[in-house]
């Protein structure tokens, strides 16, 4: 692809990354918190709202990236200045631009101290977030990916509950772990070909040793980041310890970092270090369902089992992008999607939790549904969602994943099915206790129901969840040609590996 000739008049994708740095530096210099919540709140609704009109412009049938920018950036290094988006990234430039907002909303009442400073976080997160989803240079990518860690470092650090710091400190020095090996490889990559342009990169062959090393210091990188069993330690304390928004960016956008990590780089630029990587991957994949649920079902925090749900749910993420087939990949990749919305409507209900009872103990919040019938409503169908109920997102996501495993291999899905039960069993567990409880609960007397705030902030996950399980039909279509593609990249290859 001519990026040059791609190149749009409007700069469409840079006023939506960069749009929220600009709200930051305003928010600076505005000395009332209220005005800045106030103002943040604004900002993000409209960047929200903005987004949705790529949908007008994107033409879902190509595999092509759309709404190219290319400017020279440092030429005589080979960096340029180069965004653009696909089906898949699309997806996720939206989930980032309209999951923000419900962060503020969430954050309205509970963040006190320093509030100011919080919203800035929030913001220039989100301009890392969605620079990461259409950067299409890897210098570039980079820059935004390390840019992420400093405002959630500081989001857990000064926010976050008792054990904050060492959250905060693990999170980073993890992710950082993982960074030096992606630069590694992109330096690699950069002497291999003399370009960062990640589009190029894509179409060029490579030595099988050579892409063996690269699949390496790639796989740890993004399996931190997912993360993926064993690389997952880091993602409970930090999830139990960050503010409500931070643990819902963490959720729906930063873990589909490393999946998304995945799909983009790792398939298209590594296909046949791929092939001989994959079946070890599956079963790791499969034992992170399978420990993720269990691990969840023997918690009574409801922070941390809505955490050790999301290794066991973006198991099977991995599982479906490298199960290397049509259903499974697709599936793989809505998961993601569904995974943000489901996860972070979970997080905030438990944070809801917590500002009523200032306990996330399941034994502490028990009977809570007699007091608070609309949230037990919402619970219930946010409950199901992440069990994977008929009708809901997540069902049609893992069902996709289950259907490609079975193509792929009877004993692997079968593996799976144990990983479904469990997450019925820790999901109908928290629906019981909070909802109706025992016959001796907390007294609850004093509990208001939500009030029209926490309402609107809910209702709108309520909608996806219902959407995309009964009409999944747009969303899988807007990437079933991006990701056909890398899979038609990784069938080549296997085609020159086996001819």
């Not at 950067?135 to 976050?160: H, N, T, Y």
């Not at 063996?212 to 139990?240: D, E, N, R, Y």
């Not at 502490?364 to 109920?389: T, Y």
Request: neutral net charge.
């Amino acid at each position: 692809m001519n990026l040059t000739e791609s190149s749009t008049a409007f700069s469409f994708l840079s006023v939506l990354v960069f749009a929220p740095l600009v709200a930051a530096a305003i928010a600076l210099v505005l000395r009332d918190e209220r005005r800045v919540r106030q103002w943040t709140l604004l900002a993000t609704a409209a960047i929200g709202v903005f987004s949705l009109f790529l949908l007008r412009g994107f033409e879902a049938s190509t595999a092509e990236f759309q709404f190219v920018e290319h400017r020279e950036w440092i030429p005589h290094l080979g960096m340029y200045y180069t965004l653009g988006i696909d089906g898949i990234s699309l997806l996720l430039v939206l989930l980032t631009t309209l999951i923000t907002p419900f962060c503020v909303i969430a954050s309205w009442t509970v963040v006190k101290l320093r509030s100011k400073e919080f919203m800035i976080c929030l913001l220039i997160m989100q301009t890392a977030m969605t620079g990461v989803f259409t950067a299409l240079d890897f210098v570039l990518f980079f820059i935004f990916w390390e840019a992420m860690l400093i405002p959630m470092s500081i989001l857990i650090g000064v926010w976050g509950g008792p054990g904050r710091v060492y959250a905060a400190i693990k999170f980073f020095i993890y992710t950082m772990a993982g960074s030096v090996l992606l630069i590694v490889a992109i330096i690699a990559l950069r002497l291999e070909t003399g370009t960062f342009s990640i589009p190029a990169l894509m179409d060029q062959p490579y030595d099988r040793s050579f892409q063996l090393w690269i699949f390496g210091a790639f796989f740890i990188s993004f399996a931190i980041k997912v993360p993926m069993f064993p690389f997952h330690t880091w993602l409970p304390a930090a999830h139990v310890e960050a503010p409500t928004a931070g643990s819902v960016l963490l959720a729906s956008i930063l873990l589909k970092m490393g999946a998304y990590g995945f799909l983009r780089f790792c398939l298209p630029i590594t296909p046949l270090a791929t092939i001989h990587f994959a079946p070890a991957i599956l079963w790791l994949s499969v034992a992170a369902i399978l420990y993720g649920g269990l691990t969840a079902l023997a918690q009574s925090d409801l922070k941390k089992i809505v955490a050790y749900s999301s290794v066991a749910h973006m198991g099977f993420a991995t599982l479906g992008i490298f199960l290397l087939v049509h259903h499974g990949t697709i599936g793989g990749a809505l998961v993601m999607i569904n995974h943000g919305v489901t996860t972070g409507a979970l997080f905030i209900a438990v944070g809801i939790v917590y500002e009523r009872v200032h306990s996330r103990d399941l034994a502490r919040a028990a009977g809570l549904g007699r007091q608070m019938p609309i949230f037990a409503f919402f619970l219930g169908i946010f409950c199901l969602s992440s069990l994977a109920f008929p009708g809901t997102n997540t069902f049609i996501g893992e069902f996709l994943v289950l259907a490609g495993a079975f193509e792929t291999s009877l004993i692997l899905a079968l593996a799976i099915v144990p990983g479904i039960i469990v997450a019925a069993a820790y999901n109908l567990r928290i629906l019981q206790r909070v909802a109706y409880g025992g016959t001796k609960n907390p007294d609850h007397s004093g509990v208001a129901d939500l009030g029209t705030r926490e309402i609107l902030l809910l209702t709108p996950f309520l909608v996806f969840i219902l959407w995309i399980g009964l009409q999944p039909g747009p969303f899988i279509g807007l990437m079933e040609a991006s990701i056909q593609n890398i899979l038609d990249i990784v069938a080549r290859s296997s085609g020159a590996l086996n001819p």
